[in-house]
DNA sequence: TAGAGCCTGGACAACGTTGTCAGCCCGGGG
DNA sequence: CCCCGGGCTGACAACGTTGTCCAGGCTCTA
């Protein structure tokens, strides 16, 4: 699934042993069948004990280590006394992998992002996980890298690890190959972006109408000549903002120019370029409209060189926004809030709560700070 | 281990049914104990096909539905389309909790840090990630929200798990809880601050150097006077910082008054109320020195609206630090170096490359933009 | 004092997979 | 003609836990 580059092989082979242990009684000294050791070859090592260990020192049954463990009833305070005590002595820790097989059950949920190190994802993941946690369940967690192939990759992973369910941002744009998982079960949730082709709980935000209040917000500025600059058309997310923005420019009867429109740019000096070239020219724009975070700071420092103040709208907030000269007016979605909804979504799926799979649109803030009130200059 | 707040039961019941099935020959019907089934009542749900299932649509055996799932060798091309095909039709997905039972490896690692969300460790996050990526290994992470209870709840939740190894970020300072799962060989590595009384390899930053060289900056640019604003001493990499900041003022002669330092407030709020402080006064300081990120954004604000310049030098870059007015001058460490040395550690742990812990420091970097070269105004 | 019922504890199977090992079939050599 | 070897295949146990169910001992009551 997944390669690997040096000799850590993650499921190894084992090599069988006889050793001896004494039974419960603490007398009589019993053969034990197959007992993994030398794990970690030439490094520290060890076997881990198991309740079975744990039932011998105590001198009580496999289940009532059981019991205790898991706070059943139905166990004598002295008997829980020695159990406890022999947990305590050998380090017992009970392996959940055995449990989950039994259980069916993994309490554990998938988080798959575009990137970890992505300042937007951060109080997303945050979010999802509170609520997790609150659930009693942890978070498994990977970077699809915005390729659908290594999206669908880690899915499967996620899948087979039996996680409970699934958050989702969607990097690819066909997910038929969640069919079997949906059917079995698998609380499913696309957060940011819409799943392809499958039917399945979303939750995004207000991605038109907030580029399209944005881009009016310059117009009302006495904007004309407006540029936009934005991801590649296929991400979701920037086809809407996109619409959002020529609805906005049809609707004032503003007809676009082709030099205002750069899409598909991510490198930044290819962003700072397409910014140059709008603000260049004959008729350049006075405003400019940006698709996202990356893509607005980028703008921001291309402005900051630029003679003429340029009025500027972004999309997603940025840290520290308000203390540039100007401030950086933004179209701010709440990250934390999509994560915390789609988490609680899933959850109620989980408890059969939820039906029918459904659509989810958050509002976005339109929040002025300067640079978006610039008037035109020109 | 983890308290819920609904219904959803990671580990409920299930409910016996007995089902029938043609065995592989197709013809006869055998009855077969115990099916799950109604795993998600009220709500979509299904039974996982199993290797069993496989194999009897296929008309071959469990074992060899497992050398076709894995790839092994001495299939006949025949056979493994035949099984191929009844995978594919079943939707079947290997069960990894069952694998990692008997294989005693679960090809995963857990990441403990402080918060998700803090933009310090997304690149941290990330690197860790991209390593275990490279190894096959899947990442499971939490947030220990700087609570050392918190924190041994989930590294214990994680070895309860079996995770292959640990990479954390302690936020409490005895980890000797741990000592059992080291001695099982769990692989272990902590970064960003030392492990409490164990003895594990440890992944930091150089931030007594780095702060004491941020600090001799501002003497060199001719402050006597100055700030020093950080987190809890009782936070390793706080108090490495404040030593930093008494070695270079002690070096220079210069003595610290005791309205100079501020130390363990977090809050935004009561950072503002320091730094005021420390600027009002009839000796204000003409320098601050900032212990973190949090910290130093906190005084860019009051700055911003402070009469007089001040210098300004802080730990850890910020986004968008250079487009400031003027820009911030800091003390940056690399946290994506941070989580890729911890991971590839980890990983040689694991493959028995190494033996003995260590400690290791990566440097940092003193990068001038302005707030830190400013004369002192007094 | 005997019987009913409760409390405690343990034997056993099952979860879904993989390692071991033995058996089958086929072809070739003695 | 028989035996041997190699290539495929499948039966079976084991991984560590939990659910079921039963046994034994105790208490309580009639």
Redesign the pocket.
């Known amino acids: 699934m997944l390669d690997a580059t040096s000799s850590y092989k993650p499921?190894?082979?084992?090599?069988?042993v006889t050793v001896t242990v004494a039974d419960?009684t603490g007398h009589r000294i019993v053969p034990?069948?197959?007992?993994?050791t030398d794990r970690f070859p030439g490094s520290r090592y060890g076997?881990?004990?198991?309740?079975?260990?744990?039932?011998a020192r105590?001198?009580?049954?496999?289940?009532?280590?059981?019991?205790v463990?898991?706070g059943?009833?139905?166990?004598?305070?002295?008997?829980?006394r020695r159990v406890q005590e022999a947990i305590d002595a050998l380090g017992?820790?009970?392996?959940?992998?055995?449990?989950v097989?039994?259980?069916?059950r993994t309490a554990s949920i998938g988080l798959v992002l575009e990137d970890l190190a992505d300042p937007f994802y951060g109080p997303l993941s945050r979010a999802v996980e509170e609520v997790a946690r609150a659930h009693g369940a942890l978070l498994i967690n990977g970077s699809s890298a915005e390729d659908a192939d290594r999206e669908q990759e880690l899915v499967l992973a996620l899948c087979a690890r039996r996680v409970d369910g699934l958050v989702v941002i969607p990097a690819g744009d066909d997910h038929r190959y969640l069919e079997p998982e949906l059917k079995a079960g698998v609380a499913t949730v696309f957060v940011d972006r819409p799943a392809g082709h499958i039917d399945a709980d979303v939750v995004v935000s207000d991605n038109f109408g907030g580029a399209r209040d944005g881009v009016r917000h310059l117009i009302a500025h006495g904007h004309r000549r407006i540029g936009f600059i934005g991801d590649m058309p296929r991400i979701h997310t920037a086809a809407e903002r996109l619409r959002g923005y020529r609805t906005a420019m049809e609707d004032a009867g503003i007809p676009v120019a082709d030099g205002w429109m750069s899409l598909g740019v991510t490198d930044p000096e290819r962003v700072r370029q397409a910014a140059r070239e709008m603000l260049a020219g004959p008729e350049p724009v006075t405003a400019i409209f940006t698709g996202n975070n990356r893509v607005t700071v980028t703008v921001i420092r291309v402005l900051a060189e630029h003679a003429r103040p340029v009025a500027l709208v972004g999309f997603d907030d940025i840290e520290l926004a308000d203390l540039l000269q100007p401030g950086v007016t933004v179209v701010a979605q709440d990250a934390a809030a999509l994560g915390r909804t789609a988490a609680e979504r899933l959850f109620r799926q989980l408890d059969g709560t939820l039906i029918a799979p459904e659509r989810i649109e958050l509002p976005t803030r339109l929040i002025t700070r300067g640079s978006g009130e610039l008037p035109p200059a020109d």
């Open positions: 499921m190894g082979p084992r090599i069988p419960r034990e069948t197959t007992r993994r076997n881990r004990p198991t309740m079975k260990d744990v039932a105590a001198g009580v049954g496999l289940k009532t280590v059981s019991r463990v898991n059943e009833p139905g166990v004598t305070p002295e008997t829980e017992f820790r009970r392996n959940d992998s055995a449990r097989l039994r259980k069916g």
